[in-house]
């Protein structure tokens, strides 16, 4: 089965969902490829440059390149910016010469998933759409709205749609969250019928919880690297330092818990414009970002992991390697911190102080640790969904 996967932007560096599952259905035997775009993830955000650029920025190749990676291959397309989306050039004969079985694509709106469906009739592949976009990035779903108030109908008209025709051509649409769904069925077009929940998953053979000599060893020096004592206990947090993430609210609970006598403090691995105000709060220490294939030492360094506004990926990877997570009491998908996780008043620094005096017992740390690294384990490995994603596939082929 050749499967190909068509994403705007890709970086070698990144631990994303288009990195990682074409990885594991590669070896699950199928012939996978990605086309992408020459743009690095995030492209499109204000102050790309600032935050992403020096990152993400280089590890991104030039149109017409085809190389190996992550045992999987990559073809780069040149793009183009029109009516607000990106397009690919070439995308046409670059399908036409791969021929695949299937086409997958995370998103159900904009010109790449548009041609992709409307290719399908003439290339033959079963295409397969999903949709990312939560709810908590999507002012339109979080409060009630007219069908005709202007910023709704230009949603119909930009969004539901084009969703709508691209719906037409897809097998299905895989949402990894249930607020993903919602958006997907109430704004972005996409019929009832189509729509599967399937979460996001955690690179198990890379995140895993520390044991032995070797991993409590690069632990103390990493820990020692940042300043941080082996009594301490340490928070951390990745991403963006955006202000729609909020970090900073990390920044002042630990600050609030140091001047009562306790003993914490915070990494926070990322860039962004609350970089300076986060080291410049007592007990913070800002790195910049680092290849994914190194988030799990920092991980094991840590003791808890906290992301306090929007949901991130780095949520699963943490509760896989073991730490207890926090996260605030606005999170729709709750399920990713079921036995494992607590939550705090969205973006109020005095409650998650509090929640984060709970977890001063190490045995409690452990506990709610040990929990998540089973159920990541059981139930986000990448190894599991990507078998359930082949086995979607071949269902279609075979009725075909």
């Not at 935050?51 to 183009?80: I, K, M, W």
């Not at 709810?135 to 779903?141: D, E, G, I, N």
């Not at 600050?255 to 970089?275: I, K, P, S, T, Y």
Request: charged share 25%.
């Amino acid at each position: 089965m050749r499967i190909v996967f068509l994403s705007e932007s890709f970086a070698k560096n990144m631990g994303y969902l288009g990195n990682i599952l074409p990885r594991y259905l590669e070896e699950l035997g199928a012939d996978v490829h990605l086309i992408t775009g020459d743009l690095a993830p995030y492209h499109q955000i204000e102050n790309f440059a600032a935050t992403y650029g020096a990152f993400s920025g280089a590890a991104v190749s030039a149109p017409g390149t085809v190389e190996r990676v992550n045992g999987f291959t990559v073809h780069t397309l040149a793009h183009q910016r029109l009516l607000g989306y990106v397009r690919l050039r070439g995308l046409l004969p670059k399908l036409k010469s791969l021929r695949p079985d299937i086409v997958q694509i995370h998103s159900t709106i904009g010109w790449l998933p548009l041609e992709a469906a409307l290719l399908r009739p003439i290339l033959g592949y079963k295409l397969f759409t999903g949709n990312h976009t939560t709810a908590s990035v999507f002012p339109l779903a979080q409060r009630a709205s007219s069908l005709w108030e202007p910023e709704r109908l230009r949603s119909v008209l930009t969004r539901a749609v084009p969703g709508r025709i691209v719906s037409q051509f897809a097998e299905r649409c895989y949402a990894p969250t249930a607020d993903c769904a919602r958006v997907a069925r109430d704004f972005f077009g996409v019929p009832q019928r189509l729509l599967d929940y399937l979460p996001l998953g955690v690179d198990t053979e890379a995140f895993r919880p520390r044991a032995g000599v070797e991993d409590e060893r690069r632990r103390e020096v990493r820990r020692a690297e940042i300043g941080v004592e082996p009594d301490e206990i340490l928070c951390i947090y990745t991403g963006r330092f955006a202000d729609d993430k909020n970090p900073l609210v990390l920044a002042r609970a630990v600050e609030e818990l140091r001047a009562a006598g306790l003993r914490f403090r915070a990494v926070f691995v990322g860039n962004g414009v609350q970089g300076d105000a986060l080291a410049a709060c007592d007990g913070c220490v800002v790195h910049p970002f680092v290849p994914y294939q190194e988030l799990p030492a920092w991980f094991h360094a840590a003791d808890i992991g906290v992301w306090p506004t929007q949901e991130s990926t780095s949520m699963l990877d943490a509760a896989a390697s073991g730490l207890p997570i926090i996260v605030n009491d606005t999170l729709v998908a709750t399920e990713r911190i079921d036995g494992n996780g607590l939550t705090y008043h969205l973006n109020d620094s005095h409650d998650l102080a509090r929640v984060l005096r709970t977890l001063v017992p190490e045995d409690e740390r452990r506990r709610l640790g040990a929990t998540g690294a089973r159920r990541m384990a059981e139930l986000f490995g990448w190894g599991a969904l990507a078998k359930r994603r082949l086995h979607d596939y071949q269902l279609t082929l075979d009725r075909a």
